[in-house]
């Protein structure tokens, strides 16, 4: 099976600009979504297609794709952006339904 | 409003089998496919299975092959996950969750979106 590669952690200053990648043999075929996890709670759906925005994601969530590489860009984090962040994309190496997550990125907020 | 609620926490011996429930409301079950998921403590995102919306083609995750069975019972809405000869490894939240997709630009995106509140497996002697 395929694999997507995110960074295990990153920190970003309050206000600031952070960008999380999900690299991938798979994101060369498919678009990526990513999910957003509080300790404590399910994952929730922040951005997915080719940068799409569920209702209640605020717009300083946005997603990128070039290659290999899905980018998810918090534009002037705020406190409440602290959490977990993981990719998931089809698995372009199998022939069947199959779907593979990132390792996750958990982001501190400064 | 569109929502999954899972069945509550379960405690199973090694070489015991869980079966966990996943309840669908607000939206046309029988439209969707749905994804099983889970997290072991501290870990990340693992996703485990996925059933048609008729119930009659599953795929599971190489690693759960032989050892997970997905069904679905379109009368009551409801998706289960049995996974069976359990281990203390396999102690983890378990999540539904429904598929979702869209073609943009002549790409396909899928995403999972809602998912259940979790459940908790602790598997111990």
């Known amino acids: 099976s395929s694999e997507l590669t995110q960074d295990p952690a990153l920190s970003v200053a309050l206000g600031q600009t952070v960008r999380i990648t999900c690299q991938g043999d798979s994101l060369r075929f498919y678009y990526a979504s990513w999910y957003q996890q509080r300790p404590g709670q399910a994952p929730i759906i922040v951005i997915y297609g080719k940068s799409n925005r569920p209702s209640g994601i605020p717009d300083r969530f946005s997603g990128s794709n070039s290659g290999n590489t899905a980018s998810l860009t918090i534009t002037g984090v705020q406190a409440e952006d602290e959490a977990d962040y993981y990719c998931n994309s089809r698995d372009s190496s199998s022939s069947h339904l199959n779907w593979v997550f990132g390792g996750g990125t958990k982001l501190t907020v400064l | 409003q569109v929502q999954l609620v899972q069945s509550g926490a379960e405690v199973k011996k090694p070489g015991a089998s869980v079966k966990i429930s996943c309840k669908a409301s607000?939206?046309?079950?029988?439209?969707?496919?749905m994804h099983w998921v889970r997290q072991a403590p501290g870990q990340g995102l693992e996703w485990m299975a996925i059933i048609n919306p008729t119930g009659d083609t599953t795929n599971y995750a190489q690693k759960f092959q032989g050892r997970v069975t997905v069904t679905r019972d379109t009368s009551t809405s409801t998706v289960y996950m049995e996974l069976s000869s359990l281990r203390s490894e396999d102690s983890a939240v378990y999540y539904c969750?429904?598929?979702?997709?869209?073609?943009?630009?002549?790409?396909?995106?899928?995403?999972?979106?809602?998912w259940g509140q979790g459940t908790l497996v602790t598997v111990s002697s």
């Open positions: 969750a429904r598929d979702n997709s869209q073609n943009q630009y002549g790409v396909t995106g899928w995403w999972f979106d809602p």
């Open positions: 607000g939206f046309s079950f029988r439209s969707y496919y």
